[in-house]
Antibody, heavy 115, light 106 residues
Framework: EVQLVEFGGGLVIPGGSLRLSCVVS????????MYWVRQALGRGLEWVAS????????YYADSVRGRFTISRDIAKNSLYLQMNSLTDEDTGVYFC????????WGQGTQVTVSS | AIQMTQSPSSLSASVGDRVTITCRAS??????LGWYQQKRGKAPELLIY???GLQSGVPSRFSGSGSGTDFTLTISSLQPEDFATYYC?????????FGQGTKVEI
């Protein structure tokens, strides 16, 4: 069974950093593209970043480019999102998801940026 | 970036109703469109891929249609567990873009 579990959310002050992890099981990262999507409270879904199955191609939303970095560790079955220079606009639940059809998703991890 | 315009933003319906949600892309995206259901406090789940492909395990009352710029998600007979928010997503190119969501309420 394919499963994704996110870790690493929390409360951070504006300008701070946080690293999210997504541990996967039931498949290996070189076989699938991976996505990060976020959702502010009461708002819609926003795509954040993607990494191709080869790891060669990486894409970012304009709102996070230059501040966020997506990466993976194949040996640890883990996907990461390093988030720097955080602002209150980055507050929300962050989900990881598998494949270009984003299926399945993890349960999400809450990130709160506040002083 | 491709804009995805979903309508309506919300609707009220009853159990047994036929419900239709539409999503319009600002440019041709072939059939590179998915539909997702999100229940309160939960992660989204894939319902339809490739505009009309029913994801494994999804009830057959859900169907998708369309290609190019205009797409439709139909629930043929609304069930109590279908009250949720629905989103479309284009994966034709980057940046990936979601519709703003349709909340289906009683």
């Amino acid at each position: 069974e394919v499963q994704l579990v996110e870790f690493g959310g929390g409360l951070v002050i504006p300008g701070g950093s946080l690293r999210l992890s997504c541990v996967v099981s039931g498949f290996t990262l070189p076989t699938s593209s991976m996505y990060w999507v976020r959702q502010a409270l009461g708002r819609g879904l926003e795509w954040v970043a993607s990494i191709s199955s080869s790891g060669k191609y990486i894409y970012y939303a304009d709102s996070v480019r230059g501040r966020f970095t997506i990466s993976r560790d194949i040996a640890k079955n883990s996907l990461y999102l390093q988030m720097n220079s955080l602002t209150d606009e980055d507050t929300g639940v962050y989900f990881c998801a598998k494949g270009d059809w984003l299926d399945p998703w993890g349960q999400g991890t809450q990130v709160t940026v506040s002083s | 970036a491709i804009q995805m315009t979903q309508s309506p933003s919300s609707l009220s319906a009853s159990v047994g109703d036929r419900v239709t949600i539409t999503c319009r892309a600002s440019q041709d995206i072939r059939n590179d469109l998915g539909w997702y259901q999100q229940k309160r406090g939960k992660a989204p789940e894939l319902l339809i891929y490739g505009a009309s492909g029913l994801q494994s395990g999804v009830p057959s009352r859900f169907s998708g249609s369309g290609s190019g710029t205009d797409f439709t998600l139909t629930i043929s007979s609304l069930q109590p567990e279908d009250f949720a928010t629905y989103y479309c997503l284009q994966n034709y190119n980057y940046p990936r873009t979601f519709g703003q969501g349709t909340k289906v309420e009683i």
